[in-house]
């Protein structure tokens, strides 16, 4: 298996542009978390999804931020529009339900707005 | 709401010496615990973990953790650290529901 796979790995963007990050899942895992790591914050949640529907968005920091999850292989992290504190590394994770349910994180999308 | 304090920000050791990383979490349930490390530029990857059973659990790397109930603990431990395990170390718990709670990271630096 290919693990997490996240696209772009670099995105340097200027404020006020819009922000795609994207994630796959490994295949066959059903829940899939995207969090934000800084120096400041350290690793937050931002929101969860299962089968597709999001569980608990209450991590995303403001109507800026949206996830989006259209099917089990794909989901979306859009900032619109993006500011200069938005940089950060985001990490794409996914875990199969049930007690034995190791996270695996993706390579992670470092972040810069100008 | 579940929370898990780390200690120690930033460790510094010789090569040889012993780890004790500190971790503890506020939940009275039932909990799962990980350890994550996160190598310079990398993502993060499973250390070990404890669901059940022997509260000693032995990961990768020569790295272990106890679970002491009581003291709502789970420390990280490697009785002889090497160059290779400079890294940014976190504590994870699950309680409950299936997202984590991380901690905030210790970073460890081994001078050769």
């Known amino acids: 298996d290919a693990g997490v796979i996240q696209s772009p790995r670099h995105e340097v963007t200027e404020m006020g542009q819009e922000v795609t990050l994207r994630c796959k899942p490994i295949?066959?895992?059903?829940?899939l978390f995207w969090y934000r790591q800084t120096m400041m914050r350290g690793l937050e949640l931002l929101i969860y999804?299962?089968?597709?529907?999001?569980?608990?968005d209450s991590g995303m920091p403001e109507d800026r931020f949206s996830a989006k999850m259209p099917n089990a292989s794909f989901s979306t992290l859009k900032i619109q529009p993006s500011e200069p504190r938005d940089s950060a590394v985001y990490f794409c994770?996914?875990?199969?339900?049930?007690?034995?349910?190791?996270?695996?994180f993706g390579p992670g999308t470092r972040l810069t707005v100008l | 709401a579940q929370s898990v304090s780390q200690h120690n920000h930033h460790v510094i050791l010789s090569e040889a010496a012993s780890l004790e990383l500190g971790c503890n979490y506020s939940?009275?349930?039932?909990?799962?615990l990980f350890w994550y490390v996160q190598y310079p530029g990398q993502h993060l990857q499973l250390l070990l973990k404890?669901?059940?059973?022997?509260?000693l659990v032995k990961g990768i790397k020569g790295f272990e953790a106890e679970f002491i109930k009581s003291k709502f603990s789970f420390n990280l431990r490697k009785p002889s650290v090497q160059w290779s395990d400079t890294a940014e170390y976190f504590c994870?718990?699950?309680?409950?529901?299936?997202?984590?709670?991380f901690g905030t990271g210790t970073r460890l630096t081994v001078i050769p």
């Open positions: 295949s066959g895992h059903d829940y």
């Open positions: 939940y009275g349930g039932t909990v799962n």
């Open positions: 994870a718990v699950r309680a409950g529901a299936n997202n984590l709670f």
């Open positions: 404890y669901f059940s059973g022997d509260p």
């Open positions: 999804f299962n089968n597709n529907v999001p569980i608990d």
């Open positions: 994770a996914s875990n199969r339900g049930g007690a034995d349910n190791e996270q695996f």
